[in-house]
């Protein structure tokens, strides 16, 4: 299994353009999520979803938005990048809460740099 | 609102020493309680976990403490090792939903 993958691994964008932050498992996990880590922030959730076709927001969703068509995958749109989305994104997915809910599996992350 | 806090942004052991990371919360909600290491250029892992309802967990060198009066909890590492050398992450759910609320994180320097 490759677990969660994440492309790509580098991102340098101008204000205002668009782009498309891709993530897959392989282990059929219901629950994945985005999150951000920020200096002195931690991470924090972005958005997430717990099976295909439903999606919902998590603590900072502005300017995010996404999609949940498969199982399999769940990409990060940014619609018009601004320099605080500058940031490292994080996937990760999981079973839900109850089945081994502990063991959520983050991917390698993408460092994002908006100029 | 930090609702997750670790207030030492970082620490420094010697190797065979013991390493204690602390963490503190402010969300009597929160019932089940994770620590997650992260080296660099790499996502965090999984390291241990403790529901609410123990007030200790153990696997291997690592220990996590729960004080649910204090709100507070700590990953006690022994021995310390320069491989443990990461950032730590305490990360806490509520009951019903996948959702992490994580902490600033606390780096850990384990020296020779």
């Known amino acids: 299994n490759a677990g969660v993958t994440q492309t790509p691994k580098f991102q340098v964008l101008k204000t205002g353009q668009s782009m498309t932050l891709q993530c897959a498992q392989d282990m059929n996990h219901e629950y994945m999520s985005w999150y951000r880590q920020d200096p002195g922030m931690g991470l924090r959730l972005i958005h997430y979803s717990v099976g295909a076709g439903i999606t919902d927001q998590g603590e900072v969703p502005n300017g995010y938005n996404v999609s949940r068509s498969t199982t399999e995958d769940f990409p990060l749109r940014l619609l018009s990048a601004a320099p605080s989305q500058t940031s490292v994104y994080f996937c990760a997915s999981s079973h839900p809460t109850g089945v081994a809910a502990d063991t959520q599996y983050f991917g390698p992350g993408t460092r994002l740099t908006v100029l | ?112």
């Open chain 2, 1 to 112: 609102d930090q609702q997750v806090k670790q207030n030492s942004p970082s620490l420094s052991v010697q190797e065979g020493r013991i390493s204690i990371l602390n963490c503190d919360y402010t969300n009597s909600m929160f019932d089940y309680f994770l620590w997650y290491k992260k080296y660099p250029a790499e996502g965090p892992t999984f390291l241990i976990s403790i529901s609410s309802i123990k007030d200790k967990n153990e696997d291997g060198r690592f220990t996590v403490f729960l004080n649910k009066s204090a709100k507070h909890l700590s990953l006690h590492i022994v021995p310390s090792q320069p491989g443990d050398s990461a950032v730590y992450f305490c990360a806490a759910y509520t009951g019903g939903g996948n959702k992490l609320t994580f902490g600033t994180g606390t780096q850990l320097k384990v020296e020779l």
